[in-house]
């Protein structure tokens, strides 16, 4: 089946720092979500991308889909305490897969300290 | 804000039972969906429901796995005998026809 690759798996940061993590697979995905979990939580959508190029911004966190509809990457910048969760990448295969079924990566866990 | 509520919140439950999963979705949605998360890892894809039926449904949904849609406003997810393997959080999501999926909190599910 489709397998998202995730990386990193875990990040370290100081506050006020950057932060960048990517998915990456080796099939086409028609749609790229970026998803923020806080523990004891689901999943709490954050960026939908539905175009290859396409470039998206929330306030501070900026995603975008890979030209090849096979990567993504989502960007924090100048991150803060509250940044702190895991962040999952899913997609939406091509090929007919219907639209709520979604491959997840493994998850990025961020932690931020003051 | 509409959200999906997921009830319980924790079930502790012996193997071999029965156990019954429950979750509002968002109240305007008419696609509903299970997906469960084992400790650790990823969350994954079980059984999508639109117009009173299963869309589609992954390997994981076998036959001890049902869902219903009981009344105009509860979908619930139902396992006939539980083994160990199927301790997870359980989350519910509903959408209104597209990718984004509304997730709830979850069930953590544990199978004793």
């Known amino acids: 089946g489709q397998q998202l690759n995730q990386s990193p798996q875990s990040m370290f940061i100081q506050e006020g720092e950057d932060v960048s993590m990517n998915c990456t697979s080796s099939?086409?995905?028609?749609?790229w979500l970026w998803y923020k979990q806080d523990p004891g939580e689901g999943p709490v959508l954050l960026i939908a991308?539905?175009?290859?190029?396409e470039l998206t911004s929330n306030g501070r966190l900026t995603a975008q889909f890979g030209i090849t509809r096979k990567d993504s990457f989502l960007n924090i910048s100048a991150s803060i305490p509250s940044d702190v969760g895991i962040y999952f990448c899913a997609g939406r295969g091509a090929g007919g897969t219907s639209y709520g079924k979604l491959t997840f990566g493994q998850g990025t866990i961020l932690t931020v300290h003051p | 804000e509409p959200e999906v509520t997921q009830t319980p919140s924790h079930q502790v439950t012996q193997m071999g039972q029965e156990v019954i999963l429950r979750c509002v979705p968002i109240s305007n949605h008419l696609y509903f969906y299970w997906y469960r998360q084992i400790l650790g890892q990823k969350v994954e894809f079980l059984v999508s429901?639109?117009?009173?039926?299963?869309?589609?449904k992954s390997e994981i949904f076998d036959d001890q796995f049902s869902v219903e849609r009981p009344d105009g406003s509860n979908f619930t997810l139902k396992i006939r005998s539980t083994k160990l393997e199927d301790s997870a959080m359980y989350f519910c999501a509903s959408s209104d026809g597209n990718e984004k999926l509304f997730f709830g909190s979850g069930t953590q599910l544990s199978v004793l």
């Open positions: 099939s086409i995905f028609n749609t």
């Open positions: 991308l539905y175009k290859a190029g």
């Open positions: 429901f639109y117009n009173n039926e299963i869309s589609e």
